[in-house]
Structures are given as C-alpha cells and as structure tokens.
C-alpha cells in the first residue's frame, strides 16, 4: 500500500513586466524552487537549482525552468509548500533583479477531490507571472531510474527522456531535458547522467519511460521506443527492481527501475 504524492512537472515564467521595471527578453535567470512536505519540512526537496554563474536563458518561446529534482518523492499526507526565489542577472551582482518570489500551499487532506486533478497554479507579482503544473497522485510508490547505454551513440541525435503514469497518460514527466546539454553525457560505465530521476508512480497503475530522438537543428522527431513497467510492492527498503531496454536502433539502452514504498513520516 503506498500513500499520496505529488508530482511537479513544469515551473515556467509566464510574463514579465518590461515596461515598469526594465525586463526585457531574453532572462538570464538563477535562484531555486524547492518543496516542504511532512516528511522533513525543515529540508528543502529541490526542484530547481541554479547558481548566478550557471543561469538559465529563458525566451518568450521556452520560458520554462529546467527542472532537476525532487530528490525524493514530495509526500502528500498534509500541506505542500513550494517555494520559488527567481532573480534576473545584470551586468553586476547589485543590479539583479527579483523575478518571482512566491509561496504556493496545497492542502492535501481533502483526498479524492484532490486525486486525478491536474493543477495549474498561476501566481503574479510586479515583476512576472509564473505558472506551476502539478497534480496529487494516489497510493503511489516511488521509481527511482537508472539508464545506461549499452551499443551505439547519441552524438548524430538530440536526446529527450519522459515517464509517464497512469493518471495523466498525456503530460510528460521530463527526465532528460536537451536544453541542459544537447548530448547524452554519460560515465565511465555508460550511465546517463539524467536530469530527473525519481518519478511517483501509482502502485495499481503503470510507468512508461520514453527515449526520443531528434534532430540537433530542429524539434523533429526522427524515432522513439517505450518500456512499460508494472510498479512493485517491496518492504520499506529499495530491493524491488524492473529491468528492460530502449531500442532507437543506432543506440539501445539498458533501463533499470528501483522501486521503493514511501513512508509518511521518517
């Protein structure tokens, strides 16, 4: 038996307010966004993190945050705060700007009118209005995910890596975001050094991990393949565990699935 989640896809920067405090696109943007849950609230679960000489470029066309967290499952058993801290660079430290600092609560006890709900939480301050897509997900247990290229090569391909879950079947859970990169980096031993790899996952419902390859100039697929798991109900300890592969023909990849039950509170 698992317990309720949620599951953050997408924070992006909806609008700016160039007229009366200067913004302009593009944004060369930094600070954080990070979850608190009951499990360990005084811990921020990051979501995105970026440090003023690692900013990110956002663009009126993608204005969407790279995310790389959590780095555990955010635990639904009350409310869930997300915090987000956005700053603008400027041509010094002390012409930085604030883009969006926000606290978005979501109260998790209401239960089923929570469940199979899609939220879209759009916040405005002076400076920006930023979107948060989420959504809470029942009796769920957490996939953790490894993947490693076994034959063949990325670098003739942009990459992109998605799961997705029973209850929104058409919304991508990115794992693998190009945009970061633009190639597969992987270790010694092959592993892929994911953006995101911790997924909720329904305990009665499924996962599906897809690789997609696309051209490096432009955003048109060239070919993609899905694995589909079942989730596994294990003890408290990480010992469930799926395996299958990712074949695109010019690369196959060995995909490895650890499944753990989460705990409400540690």
């Known amino acids: 038996m698992g317990i309720d989640t949620v599951q953050v896809f997408s924070v992006s920067v909806k609008e700016i307010k160039p007229e009366e405090l200067g913004f302009h696109w593009p944004l ?23 440090e003023r000489n690692n900013c990110q470029t956002l663009t009126p066309e993608d204005s969407s945050l790279m995310l790389t967290g959590p780095s555990r499952a955010v635990v639904a058993v009350d409310s869930i705060i997300i915090e987000i ?10 012409k930085d700007k604030v883009l969006s600092f926000l606290v978005i609560e979501h109260n998790s006890i209401f239960g089923l009118r929570a469940h199979g709900k899609l939220y879209q939480e759009i916040r405005c301050n002076k400076q920006s209005t930023t979107q948060v897509i989420f959504a809470q997900l029942e009796n769920t247990v957490e ?20 799961a997705r879950t029973k209850s929104f079947p058409d919304v991508d859970f990115v794992l693998f975001d190009p945009r970061g990169r633009g190639i597969v980096e992987s270790d010694d031993d092959g592993m892929i ?12 419902g499924e996962l599906k991990l897809t690789a997609e390859a696309c051209e490096h100039s432009s955003s048109r697929l060239i070919v993609s393949d899905t694995v589909v798991y079942t ?3 294990v003890g408290t300890s990480r010992v469930g565990t799926s395996r299958g592969d990712l074949n695109l023909g010019f690369c196959r990849m060995e995909v490895c699935v650890f499944w753990s039950l989460l705990a409400a509170y540690y």
């Open 28 to 50: 060369q943007v930094y600070g954080f966004v990070v979850a608190r849950d009951n499990v360990d609230f005084r811990r921020r679960n990051v979501i995105f993190s970026r």
């Open 85 to 94: 801290d956005l700053k603008v660079k400027g041509s010094k430290e002390s």
């Open 143 to 162: 996939a953790t995910i490894d993947v490693k290229v076994a034959d063949g090569s990325w670098t003739a391909f942009c990459p992109r890596f998605v």
């Open 193 to 204: 050094q994911l953006s995101r790899s911790v997924v909720s996952v329904e305990s009665n």
């Open 231 to 233: 989730p596994k109900r």
